[in-house]
T-cell receptor, first 114, second 113 residues
């Protein structure tokens, strides 16, 4: 299995631009999580989906952030407009619902907003 | 107060030493507990679950004290490859909804030759 796939791995953009991060969960996993990691705040859960439905988005920092999961094999996290304080590593993780509590993380997207 | 608190370290210990990390959590309704490991510029990976009875996996021992809301990780005979950041993770149920993982800030460990 290829594991959780994220793209791009690195993104550098200018303030005000739209950023779209992509995630492909492990096949057969039906829970998907988006996290953000910074030195100051550590690893924070932004939103998670069960069976493509958003369950808890209380961690989404503000309206500039949105996430979608149109099908079981794809999710996006969008930031529009981006700001320098959004610079972080964004991880996607997936889990097999009912198959234990272990989450498998993707390699992350390193985002730098100038 | 943070939901999950850890000593950020860094811990610098010689190879072969025993090192222990602690973690406290604030939500007494927390259900499950884990230690994850994160290598530099890599993603977190599950190290081990933490059970009330305590559990051991080779050189690693995890303990849970629900009364004190305290979790620990002990590494014996530390190896250079143990150098990483160790994340304490707690699963919470929010208002009867599905679970979410809450991560501590992590404790950075460096094993010196």
């Amino acid at each position: 299995d290829a594991g959780v796939i994220q793209s791009p791995r690195h993104e550098v953009t200018e303030m005000g631009q739209e950023v779209t991060l992509r995630c492909k969960p492990i096949s057969g996993h039906n829970s998907l999580f988006w996290y953000r990691q910074t030195m100051m705040r550590g690893l924070e859960l932004l939103i998670y989906f069960n069976n493509n439905v958003p369950i808890d988005d209380s961690g989404m920092p503000e309206d500039r952030f949105s996430a979608k999961m149109p099908n079981a094999s794809f999710s996006t996290l969008k930031i529009q407009p981006s700001e320098p304080r959004d610079s972080a590593v964004y991880f996607c993780a997936s889990r097999e619902w009912g198959g234990g509590e272990t989450q498998y993380f993707g390699p992350g997207t390193r985002l730098l907003v100038l | 107060r943070k939901e999950v608190e850890q000593d950020p370290g860094p811990f610098n210990v010689p190879e072969g030493a025993t090192v222990a990390f602690n973690c406290t959590y604030s939500n007494s309704a927390s259900q499950s507990f884990f230690w994850y490991r994160q290598d530099c510029r890599k993603e977190p990976k599950l190290l081990m679950s933490v059970y009330s009875s305590g559990n051991e996996d080779g050189r690693f021992t995890a303990q849970l004290n629900r009364a004190s809301q305290y979790i620990s990780l002990l590494i014996r005979d530390s190896k250079l490859s143990d150098s990483a950041t160790y994340l304490c993770v707690v699963i919470q149920v929010n208002r009867g909804r599905a679970q979410k993982l809450v991560f501590g800030q992590g404790t950075r460990l460096t094993i010196n030759p």
